[in-house]
């Protein structure tokens, strides 16, 4: 696995991640009465899989953890990753695992084929560790994509995360939803509570998504408390929390009841 990741810059990068929001996009038709809001971790380290698992518990709640195999029993600056445990915790205790690629290589500089094989070679690591149900979720490493990645990968998940900041409302793009992160200090605590309290005033999906959840966390991670934070924002304000797989279900039962 890649070590060492440069983002594409300049005009070619925002270019290219112009084209992977504009093209091949899958409509989802998103039409709420109240906040939906999915807790989502990326890669994913232990931390998550414990101290942020729990706190989703201590509120009754579920979250969506995308793993890349490759990582699985390693250490990265996220601290250490995930094992058969907690990979095996998760699922009993009701959280979703999602895909999330085995090498986490970045899908826009590479063949939409290669990322669907990485796809299954991942598929068939996580079985090989006691994963059961299937992968319905994916997300994008690094978030970037390309029209042919989402294209291709649209036709094995039934949804794919990117990370463009947002909320999921109206007609948004299955293949590439809005994200908002849980890193950044108190700014960035600042900014995911703006987006709950912004989810409630105009109903619509927010999806937040997390790395290392830790007292001193890396910069892509956050604490206990700022985890805590958001959790007891979105309780107080009566929002409707899900796994993505279980937010989809419910967004897909009201565009039937709408048809």
């Not at 979250?63 to 890349?68: K, N, R």
């Not at 058969?84 to 999602?98: A, D, P, V, W």
Request: glycine fraction near 10%; hydrophobic fraction near 40%; aromatic fraction near 8%.
């Amino acid at each position: 696995m890649s070590q060492t990741y440069i983002p594409a810059s300049g005009f070619a990068g925002k270019l290219r991640r112009l084209a992977a929001r504009r093209l091949a996009r899958t409509p989802l038709q998103i039409t709420l009465d109240r906040a939906l809001v999915s807790f989502t971790f990326d890669d994913f380290p232990i931390s998550a899989a414990t101290a942020g698992a729990q706190i989703l518990e201590d509120f009754g709640w579920r979250g969506t953890f995308f793993a890349s195999a490759g990582f699985a029993g390693g250490e990265t600056h996220l601290g250490k990753m995930f094992e058969t445990r907690e990979l095996l915790r998760l699922c009993h205790s009701g959280h979703e695992i999602g895909c999330h690629t085995y090498a986490h290589e970045d899908a826009s500089r590479i063949g939409a084929g290669d990322v669907v094989r990485d796809c299954a070679r991942n598929r068939r690591c996580l079985e090989l560790m006691g994963l059961e149900k299937p992968l319905t979720s994916f997300a994008f490493p690094y978030g970037e994509a390309s029209p042919g990645a989402k294209a291709a990968l649209s036709r094995v998940y039934r949804a794919l995360r990117g990370v463009q900041p947002g909320i999921n409302r109206g007609e948004a793009d299955r293949a590439l939803l809005k994200a908002v992160p849980l890193d950044g200090g108190q700014a960035g605590l600042a900014r995911a509570l703006d987006h709950v309290r912004d989810a409630v005033r105009a109903p619509g999906w927010l999806i937040f998504y997390g790395h290392d959840v830790r007292n001193a966390p890396g910069p892509w991670g956050c604490t206990p408390e700022f985890l805590r934070s958001v959790c007891r924002l979105a309780a107080d304000l009566k929002c409707e929390v899900l796994p993505m797989r279980e937010a989809l279900d419910r967004i897909e039962a009201r565009e039937v009841e709408a048809a």
